[in-house]
């Protein structure tokens, strides 16, 4: 694998590829992000807690279920 690092900008979620690395690019390839900044409404919330749900009670019936 070999790795190539070039600056653009994202449009609509499309990223060009510079046109001189282009012909490198005829196969799957593996694509690495890096972002300067976030604004910051597109920050990810990663504060998660556990919840405990109280299921003593709770029949599983697995046709209702499939038949969803």
Do not use: C
């Not at 920050?43 to 009670?57: G, H």
Request: glycine share 2%.
């Amino acid at each position: 694998m070999h790795a190539i690092t070039f600056e653009t900008i994202a449009h609509n979620g499309m990223i060009n590829i510079p046109q001189q690395y282009q012909q490198l690019f005829t196969e799957d390839v593996q694509v690495t992000v890096w972002v300067k900044t976030l604004k910051k409404e597109a920050v990810i919330n990663t504060d998660f807690r556990a919840i405990s749900v109280a299921s003593k009670e709770f029949t599983f019936n697995r046709d209702e279920a499939n038949g969803r």
